[in-house]
């Protein structure tokens, strides 16, 4: 443990000393924090960026994606340069610059049930920076577990929202608010619904302050309180939250015993193929496209997803206006249905056998998939 600041951090950090909040024993209390991010995208981006500069000692990255195009709009501890290459490199090498007195920790795995009480077992904090059901149920259990503070945050499109769920310091956990995990394709990923690029900015802001202050001891944290942000009124309200004693996790009677069950195993792709769906790969895709394929291959994604990048001789019709269209597709002919991740198109292929059509597939992984291994279109 750090017994005092260097010359150089005395400087760097001077406008905390000045805040009597904070001061030399504040600073002291962030250079000897440590803090597990859980997604280094959208809302991991700016969470770890403002922990970095405010100097938090340890500061740990989970994340086995790779950085993107699509990812730049918003996920601004990466650039132009490190497209393809693995996001914990991208946000190692900003956050040097950020601040190079702090120390991070790179764990270029899936936060999986397997390894996410061993990986948080010693960070003080756990920040949720996921974009996904799964992953916002198995960050909370493990939270839950290992007594430790969970900052959340979540977006979509024009809103977000953030809180504190610790149980352990008499507050409500996440599944107080969310008991049961959503049905498949209920609710839209950032992929399919879109974010405005800023609003991650601003909700992970907020979880970057509610992290520091839970570190400092300062203010009070926001348990048992959502903050609900809407960009399109320049809003915030608060809703309160309470602790459901009929919780399965930190309810009277709990029921869930380990981070392993249902919810935190299900899946956290978008691809949400029935597994008795006909379905075929890109890889299989593009032999079929390059032999003398008479069927029809369909994009349901939007417009603007398709000026982006498409596959060539593909019918866009965008999943939202499909079944005013079934009448125009050919019901003597296979049917091939694709769109970005596989989510869309799955919920494309079961509309048309749901309406006699007999020979349909879903393109797993979709356009995702196809760019991945067809670069060049």
Not at 93 to 108: C, D, G, S, Y
Not at 185 to 195: D, K
Not at 209 to 234: F, H, Q, R, V, W
């Amino acid at each position: 443990m750090a017994d005092g600041l260097s010359p150089a951090e005395l400087l760097r950090y001077s406008r905390h000393l000045l805040i009597p909040a904070v001061g030399e024993e504040g600073q002291l209390r962030l250079k000897n924090a440590s803090v597990l991010l859980i997604g280094t995208g959208a809302l991991g981006s700016p969470s770890a960026m403002y922990l970095a500069a405010a100097g938090v000692g340890r500061i740990g990255l989970v994340d086995a994606d790779v950085v993107d195009a699509s990812n730049l709009q918003r996920q601004i501890l990466h650039g132009e340069s490190w497209i393809g290459k693995p996001k914990l490199q991208s946000a190692a090498a900003r956050l040097r610059e950020v601040n190079p007195l702090v120390r991070t920790e790179l764990h270029q795995v899936r936060f999986t049930a397997e390894n996410a009480m061993e990986i948080a077992s010693s960070y003080d904090i756990l920040v949720d920076g996921s974009d996904n059901f799964p992953t916002r149920f198995l960050t909370n259990d493990t939270a839950f577990f290992e007594k430790k503070p969970l900052v959340y945050g979540a977006i979509h499109r024009f809103e977000g929202q953030a809180s504190v769920f610790a149980p352990h310091l008499g507050g409500p956990c996440y599944r107080c608010l969310l008991p049961n995990m959503p049905a498949p394709g209920s609710v839209p990923s950032c992929q399919e619904a879109g974010v405005l690029g800023v609003l991650p900015g601003i909700i992970g802001s907020l979880q970057a302050m509610e992290t520091l202050k839970l570190i400092l001891g300062i203010g009070t944290p926001p348990l048992g309180k959502l903050t609900c942000y809407d960009a399109l009124n320049s809003s915030f309200r608060s809703i309160k939250l309470h602790r459901d004693p009929q919780c399965r996790l930190c309810g009277d009677t709990p029921e869930i015993q380990s981070v392993s069950n249902s919810e935190t195993t299900a899946s956290a792709s978008c691809d949400l193929t029935p597994k008795d769906m006909e379905s075929i790969t890109t890889t299989e895709l593009r032999a079929i496209l390059e032999g003398n394929f008479q069927g029809l291959l369909i994009d349901v994604r939007e417009p603007a997803e398709h000026a982006v990048a498409h596959i060539e001789g593909s019918r866009l019709i965008p999943l939202k206006t499909l079944a005013d269209q079934l009448d125009s597709l050919p019901r003597d002919r296979e049917i091939l249905i694709h769109c970005k991740s596989g989510g869309r198109s799955a919920k494309a292929v079961q509309l048309l056998l749901d309406h006699g059509f007999a020979s349909v597939k879903n393109v797993t992984g979709g356009m995702d998939a196809w760019l991945a291994e067809n670069p060049v279109l």
